[in-house]
């Protein structure tokens, strides 16, 4: 406690200029501009950050209850981090307060700064090869598979026929994943499945996402020397299921380049969760994680005429979608140690 707080005269500065800087998902530097006088009686700074709150009117509430951190004062700029547990990807407004000690041994406190909002950053390379190695961990050992798939309604695919030259388009990705994942709203690509059932070695005939599968035999056209292959992400949905996002990125594409530098660059032929091998005729055989879900999205346009759809007998799970689906934060599995 810093005992008796009055407003002080020397130190109002409410206007002056903030700066924040280095953001990452999880931190963030901030400074901002002192009047000199009274400068050497400064001895806490107040900072009351909060995650932007979305009104109507786009006004904040007056910041007038106490502080959420009181810190020493320091040369500025300050290092924030992990007071709040601060998220990426997230949002906050941030003002600055100063105090300092009077000669009667008191403190006077000047007025609140202005308002500033700013955004946190994705995960970076760090984080990410932590979820990574979360994902090694449990990704099982390697079954064969021959084929990628995707399953849709109907009438996406003939929709696709008619107006878009037999091609699938790709799509921005959604918000499905774990918060900080720098693919999530950012990346285009097409979804891709080839998990496959253990005890018949064939995709599963059930699908949450409609009942006509469109298969990609044989999976090197997706798949192949050209091919570079990123770790994405790796998160659950309040269940027992982990899911595992990959990026299939043909070298030197608009997809590679914007993978390249952002996510975890995986061997073609060996790493955890999605393999090649070539054969001594020349033919690659595939192999993909058994204990993990893969979600694999292959960067460029698709000719629909490298598979063919048809109908599967199973049925429609869709509590299975994986559609903007938020990521369970209390997860010891395929959480880690900053923002969900």
């Not at 800087?21 to 400064?42: A, H, L, Q």
């Not at 290092?79 to 009667?104: C, I, N």
């Not at 929709?159 to 699938?168: I, L, P």
């Not at 032929?269 to 893969?294: D, K």
């Amino acid at each position: 406690a810093l005992g008796s707080l009055k407003l002080c005269d020397l130190i109002l500065w409410g206007h002056q200029l903030i700066r924040i800087s280095n953001i990452t998902c999880d931190s963030f530097k901030i400074s901002w501009d002192m009047e000199i006088r009274g400068r050497e009686r400064i001895t806490h700074f107040f900072i009351d950050l909060n995650k932007k709150e979305i009104r109507k009117d786009n006004k904040f509430k007056l910041k007038d209850v106490p502080t959420k951190l009181v810190a020493k004062a320091v040369p500025l700029p300050m290092m924030v981090r992990g007071h709040w547990f601060l998220s990426p990807r997230t949002e906050y407004t941030v003002a600055v307060q100063t105090a300092a000690k009077r000669a009667d041994g008191d403190y006077s406190v000047s007025l609140w700064s202005e308002i500033i909002e700013f955004c946190t950053a994705d995960y970076s390379s760090v984080h990410l090869k932590q979820l990574l190695q979360k994902a090694e961990a449990i990704a099982g050992r390697m079954l064969p598979f021959t084929v990628f798939y995707r399953n849709q309604q109907r009438e996406f695919f003939q929709q696709d026929r008619d107006t878009q030259c037999q091609q699938m388009l790709p799509v921005v990705k959604d918000n499905s994943g774990s918060h900080g994942s720098p693919i999530s709203a950012k990346l285009e690509g097409i979804f891709f499945s080839c998990n496959t059932e253990f005890n018949t070695g064939q995709p599963p005939q059930d699908s949450p996402y409609g009942p006509y599968r469109f298969q990609v035999r044989p999976a090197e056209d997706l798949f192949n020397h050209n091919t570079n292959i990123y770790f994405g992400d790796f998160y659950c949905m309040y269940t027992s299921y982990h899911y595992v996002i990959l990026v299939l990125a043909p070298a030197g594409s608009k997809g590679d380049v914007f993978c390249r530098g952002r996510l975890p660059v995986l061997d073609r032929s060996n790493n955890r969760f999605l393999t090649y091998t070539e054969e001594e005729e020349g033919q690659l055989s595939f192999l993909h994680a058994q204990n993990v879900v893969l979600e694999v999205i292959y960067t460029e346009p698709v000719d629909l005429s490298l598979g063919t759809v048809s109908q599967i007998s199973g049925h429609q799970l869709m509590s299975l979608s994986t559609a903007n689906a938020k990521k369970d934060p209390s997860c010891k599995i395929c959480n880690i140690s900053v923002g969900r």
